[in-house]
């Protein structure tokens, strides 16, 4: 027969007995005892040890990421210093070929100077043995003239029946077709006759053009425009006289 819970508590030790045999009274005695967040606590600091680990995790992810993209940055740092040592040899290389092409222009210059210049002194020679072997009267040295146009030399002289005339030549390293109707065109060129009058060439002239070498298209043009053309062997044309 069992004994009533009350006869059998009667000191604290009996409490603890009681506690120890009956499981269920431990739990009432715990909720009566214990708040609700008390009781709440394990599973929310589960919860919390959860999103910790989670936080954790997404630190690490995020370190990962970001030493990618140091890496990343480090591999753009490279190419950027390599990009601006490529920019300044090609700025150097650019400066180097500049100076390079400014010395050749100032070489082609002087060589077309010196062309220039013996080119007109061969028109200078062959000019006036043309007019004698014409029978021209030979009145001065052949001059260089500057019109802002091409003609490079001047030569007055007088014909066979007593007039004076101004002969006009353009030189040219090769004469073709173009040069010969660029002498036509201003030849008829008022202002251009104008200019030449100012400076004391007055017409009657007698226009030619003269070339070290002279094509046959250069020689159909000064057929067709009346101009006359001179090589270095002697007169290829004879002009016709502008008024």
Do not use: C
């Amino acid at each position: 027969m069992s004994v009533p819970m009350q006869e059998r508590i009667r000191t604290f030790q009996d409490i603890l007995r009681v506690l120890e045999e009956q499981p269920s009274l431990r739990e009432q005695l715990r909720v009566l005892l214990l708040s609700r967040e008390l009781l709440d606590l394990p599973r929310m600091v589960a919860s919390l040890v959860e999103a910790v680990s989670r936080l954790d995790q997404q630190v690490a992810r995020l370190a990962e990421a970001q030493a990618r993209t140091e890496e990343r940055v480090g591999r753009l740092e490279e190419a950027v210093a390599r990009l601006a040592e490529a920019q300044a040899r090609t700025e150097a290389r650019v400066q180097e070929l500049a100076e390079a092409v400014d010395r050749l222009q100032r070489e082609v210059g002087t060589l077309s100077n010196v062309v220039g210049g013996s080119i007109e002194s061969d028109l200078d020679d062959v000019l006036p043995y043309v007019m004698r072997q014409k029978s021209y009267r030979i009145l001065a040295e052949p001059q260089p003239i500057s019109l802002d146009g091409e003609v490079d030399v001047v030569l007055p002289v007088q014909s066979p029946d007593g007039r004076d005339l101004w002969v006009v030549a353009e030189a040219k390293v090769r004469l073709r077709r173009g040069d010969v109707f660029h002498l036509a065109t201003q030849l008829a060129d008022a202002q251009w006759r104008e200019r030449m009058q100012r400076a004391g060439i007055v017409p009657p002239y007698l226009p030619y053009a003269y070339g070290m070498r002279v094509y046959p298209d250069a020689v159909t043009a000064a057929e067709t425009t009346g101009i006359g053309v001179l090589s270095p062997r002697g007169e290829v044309l004879a002009p016709k006289e502008v008024s």
